[in-house]
């Protein structure tokens, strides 16, 4: 009976969406008007290790995922647009990974 009651909780929490595993990619810039479509990429990337169940608590935290400073470390003149893709497993292994697009 505990058993059952175990394999039922589990199956109940890998049900609730972003509970084991996220994978997102969303736009960081929202106007668009007029803005050109660029195949150079470059990329930042923050990683945190958190406890979500403690007021997420980050533990520790590295990288740097900010558009100018990538834009900066890359040589990037001219800034179209940006995306951030988030990974993260468990809500204790985090990565944002901002995706900068220019010239």
Known sequence: MKNL???TAL???ALLPG???VHTLQPLTVNMDRTPL????????VKTIS???MGQTHLAAWGNAA???VAKEQDMKEVYFADLEIFS???IWNE???HVYGK
């Open 5 to 7: 009651r175990l394999l």
């Open 11 to 13: 199956l109940l929490l």
């Open 19 to 21: 509970c084991l595993y």
């Open 38 to 45: 660029s195949q150079a990429e470059k990329q930042g990337t």
């Open 51 to 53: 406890l979500p169940y």
């Open 67 to 69: 558009i100018g400073q």
């Open 89 to 91: 497993v468990l809500r």
């Open 96 to 98: 944002y990974t901002v």
